[in-house]
């Protein structure tokens, strides 16, 4: 049996049409997924002082940790993006501004 590991991303925040992504994995590779992201990112099963057990679920946890995952590639396509523009337009003004430039 397949189970929708809860990682259905609406992406209204990064396009304007928005767009939802849905992975489908079998339950024993979800809660693997699940428990990965929780390791990676140092889950905690208690906080605070005295401990408590942690509000938020691994499985809230994970996805908060993939959201931020896609929104950091997102910001650094973004500013890749920006700054290989600014450069080509720097070096087309460049290019322009020293047509003229002769040596003697």
């Keep these: 049996m397949k189970k929708v590991l809860a990682l259905c991303l609406v992406a209204i925040w990064m396009f304007s049409t928005g767009f939802t992504w849905t992975v489908t994995m079998d ?3 979800a809660v693997e997924v699940r428990d990965a992201f929780c390791q990676q990112y140092n ?3 208690t906080v605070g002082e ?3 057990p942690n509000p ?3 499985t809230d946890f994970a996805m908060r940790h993939i959201k931020t995952y896609i929104r950091e590639i997102h910001k650094a396509y973004k500013a890749n993006t920006a700054a290989n523009t600014a450069r080509d337009a720097a070096i ?3 290019d ?3 047509a003229g430039i002769t040596v003697n």
Aim: hydrophobic share 30%; net charge negative.
């Design 27 to 29: 339950n024993s590779m």
């Design 43 to 45: 889950y905690q099963e």
């Design 50 to 52: 005295p401990p408590v």
């Design 56 to 58: 938020e679920s691994k």
């Design 92 to 94: 087309a003004a460049s």
């Design 96 to 98: 322009t501004a020293t």
